[in-house]
């Protein structure tokens, strides 16, 4: 039976959320931002993100993914690209989580290809323990050093995205 350890609260991920759209809405007024939520981890934490950014911008979505249960495999499959132009564009990749860094080196890649004016990374929770890309996370709400986490869009083989906190899991 897997045992899940609280880590960050719902309390706490509102407050952090608020504070990091705040800055957003600060750093890109006058700029024309879109936000690119990465699949599917950081669709509940893009949701609650687009509502405290107070600048008007868009919102597109790409797919990507190299885990298999706990273990990144090293390969990255893109399942869904940006629809909108983002060629021009100030955009800012919103990510669940940046683990190992190797998939969001690859949509970084990817997306510079596409000939943005800038591209940005904020992520809900950034973790260092298995870093093994140098990125520049340039919002992050929590950094944490380990820990199997889910919850709040985070998931353990497609499950357990929907619990409302971020928790460590213990299989």
């Known amino acids: 039976m897997p045992e899940f350890i609280p880590m960050i609260s719902e ?3 509102k407050e952090k959320t608020r504070e990091v759209g705040a800055k957003i809405t600060e750093d890109y007024n006058g ?6 939520g990465v699949l599917k981890g950081s669709f509940i934490f893009l949701a609650d ?4 950014i107070k600048i008007d911008h868009d919102i ?5 993914s190299s885990y298999d249960g706990t273990a990144t495999t090293g390969q990255i499959v893109f399942t869904k690209q940006p629809d909108l132009e983002l060629e021009g564009r100030d955009v ?6 940046v683990d190992t860094g190797l998939t969001l ?12 004016r800038s ?3 904020c ?3 950034d973790k260092r323990e298995r870093r093994e890309v140098e990125l520049s996370v340039d919002y992050s709400c929590f950094t944490l050093e380990k820990g199997f986490i889910v919850g709040y869009g985070l998931d353990y083989n497609e499950r357990y995205r929907n619990l409302p906190a971020i928790y460590d899991l213990k299989l």
């Open 11 to 13: 309390d706490e991920i």
């Open 31 to 36: 700029l024309d931002l879109v936000l690119v």
């Open 49 to 52: 993100l687009t509502r405290q």
């Open 60 to 64: 597109d979505l790409v797919g990507a």
């Open 92 to 97: 800012l990749l919103v990510e669940d989580i």
């Open 105 to 116: 080196s690859k949509i970084v890649e990817f997306v510079q290809l596409l000939n943005p």
């Open 119 to 121: 591209v940005k990374i």
């Open 123 to 125: 992520t809900l929770i």
